[in-house]
């Protein structure tokens, strides 16, 4: 089954997207550096979730566009074979030249930069050996001493948008955060789906911050400290720590069974497919829906651009793995921000002979100039 959602660029928030760095530019002798062509293959570890550290590589462009040459000048951890999986893709990049001051195209140089940092995560979630309920009431009562203001909440699914917090060291007391950002400002996503056991709690950020030493104003999804701060808040009040939830499905039966023995007849079964046969569809919480966000490289070459991804929808309503499985343009930003804006979504889940199940899920995500 297919769920579309669709942006225009005149409604769009134009944000640098999680963990990317714009590239900083060095031209040789030219008015204009060189610009990449949005078509450029992405390289194979962009996202990477293990790396750390700087992936930088230094191309020397020819006046026709072409790459005469190019360097790894700065290399992240936790990636093998960086040099080979860079040749394999970066030959084929292709630029628009440098230009000099009369608009003549004279070779340059670009210089592509990306950061890695384990602060950055597409999801954070925890189980608990408890009640949804139960852990319900409990963060109630921490938000409320935290002073967390929810204007957007849906109780019932367990959904809260909380407003924008501002950063400051007294009130986030013992989060440090990452190296190089000064944070502003943060909003928590939190989704504590109810009527389960044992019980999961999912939080997600926004956060607004500022870079250094390029004082580049960004906003970043999910700098995992906010919420590792938020889950040992929640944790110091159920008097119990919680576990990370698997991906593996054959994991996550496990780990529910030692946790809530006997507490439900259905068995969590291997994702089914949305819609067929018995199979009811999942159904998007509105409240969950964040945005998509236009992706700045888009906003440049003004490009419209349609994604389609398939997502496993969990038994608990919780989006997990997701999948492109078809793009109309080459720019990987549209993919990433996709799977970005969709990984903040909850469903009220799809059901098998009135059980709930983890099925798989396809959006059709459409991003229009106006």
Known sequence: ??????????????????????AVVEAAEALRPPKPSGFNEALPYALATTAEGTLKIRFSVLETGEVESWEILEVPTGIDNVHELTRETVEYWEFEPAQNAHGK??????????????????????????GSAEVKQVFDALAKELKLKFPRKDEANGVYVSKWIRFDKSRFSGLEAPEG????????????????????????????????????????????????????????????????????????????????????????????????GNVSNPVLIDLSKHDLIYPPSGVKAREDA?????????????????????????????????????????????????????????????????
């Open 181 to 276: 950002i000064r944070p502003f400002r943060v909003r928590f996503f939190i989704h504590i789906p109810q009527g389960i056991e044992p019980a999961r709690v999912y939080f997600n950020s926004e956060l607004e911050a500022e870079t250094r030493p390029a004082r580049l104003s960004m906003l970043f999804y999910n700098a995992g400290g906010f919420e590792s701060w938020l889950f040992d808040r929640l944790e110091e009040k159920l008097e119990t720590q919680g576990r990370l939830v698997p991906r593996n499905f054959e994991a996550r039966r496990e780990l529910f069974r030692q946790l809530a023995p006997g507490s439900s007849d259905c068995s969590q079964k291997e994702p089914m497919m949305s819609g067929v």
């Open 306 to 370: 349609q994604v389609i991804v398939q997502a496993i929808v969990n038994e608990d309503g919780s989006v997990g793995e997701l999948f492109v499985i078809r793009s109309t343009t080459r720019n990987v930003d549209f993919s990433v921000s996709t799977k970005q804006t969709v990984s903040f979504w909850r469903y009220k889940p799809a059901r098998y002979e009135g059980c709930p199940v983890a099925v798989y899920f396809t959006v059709v995500a459409d991003f229009k100039v106006r």
């Open 1 to 22: 089954m297919l769920s579309s959602i669709r942006i225009t660029l005149g409604n769009a928030l134009l944000w640098t997207l999680i963990g990317f760095s714009p």
């Open 105 to 130: 195209p004279v070779p340059g140089t670009y210089d592509y930069v990306w950061m890695f940092s384990p602060y950055y995560r597409y999801e954070l979630a925890r189980v608990y050996p408890k």
